[in-house]
T-cell receptor, first 117, second 113 residues
Framework: GAVVSQHPSWVICKSGTSVKIECRSL??????MFWYRQFPKQSLMLMAT?????????EQGVEKDKFLINHASLTLSTLTVTSAHPEDSSFYIC?????????????FGDGTRLSIL | SQKIEQNSEALNIQEGKTATLTCNYT??????LQWYRQDPGRGPVFLLL?????KEKRKERLKVTFDTTLKQSLFHITASQPADSATYLC????????????FGAGTRLAVHP
């Protein structure tokens, strides 16, 4: 149980393109979803916390207008990287949890490798 | 500022031995500490959670300790197998924090036959 599906797994596109990444909880309702980015050999950096039906909460230094997050249902959150540039190339990972309690594990998708040319 | 340190050097051990990974933190008072496994190109997979009032937690061949005085957690894999080779991440959370986790950079474990 607790499967999170992330799509696409790999994107290569030209600079200036907007890219949408989907994160779905397949067998449970996710109260909260999280979006991370990870550079090689570095830790996961939380970008934003997304609660269904409300605006996402962004971490300090993350541009809201650059990384648009929509959490329209309890099973789907999307991250749109707008007007992507080479410095946005990274590994983006979403996660979901059943509840907002901090004693709950997060269930991760398999990530999206974004490469901007 | 908050800091989580995991040994950045890879840990190489022989199959059958016990692997011990360390997670140290500063300027933080976590209510919970979690350990995850991450394989290359994949998302992390949850392994164990330990609360601040727990000293030790076990699950099959895995054992986690949590010392809030030393601000340290140790993660042990007994009777290690080549299939245990992966990067292991520790993550800390405060209570009431909407389950927001702060991750260490992870330690890569390589178990050799």
């Amino acid at each position: 149980g607790a499967v999170v599906s992330q799509h696409p797994s790999w994107v290569i596109c030209k600079s200036g393109t907007s890219v949408k990444i989907e994160c779905r909880s397949l067998d449970f309702q996710a109260t909260t979803m999280f979006w991370y980015r990870q550079f090689p050999k570095q830790s996961l950096m939380l970008m934003a916390t997304s609660n269904e039906g409300s605006k996402a909460t962004y971490e300090q230094g993350v541009e809201k207008d650059k990384f648009l997050i929509n959490h329209a249902s309890l099973t789907l959150s999307t991250l749109t990287v707008t007007s992507a540039h080479p410095e946005d190339s990274s590994f983006y990972i979403c996660s979901a949890s059943f509840r907002t309690d901090s004693n709950q594990p997060q269930h991760f998708g398999d990530g999206t490798r974004l490469s901007i040319l | 500022s908050q800091k989580i340190e995991q040994n950045s050097e890879a840990l190489n051990i022989q199959e059958g031995k016990t692997a011990t990974l360390t997670c140290n933190y500063t300027n933080y008072s976590p209510a919970y500490l979690q350990w995850y496994r991450q394989d290359p190109g994949r998302g992390p997979v949850f392994l164990l959670l330990i609360r601040e009032n727990e000293k030790e937690k076990r699950k099959e061949r895995l054992k986690v300790t949590f010392d809030t005085t030393l601000k340290q957690s140790l993660f042990h894999i007994t009777a290690s197998q080549p299939a245990d080779s992966a990067t292991y991440l520790c993550a800390l959370a405060r209570s009431g924090g909407y389950n927001k986790l702060i991750f260490g950079a992870g330690t890569r474990l390589a178990v050799h036959p």
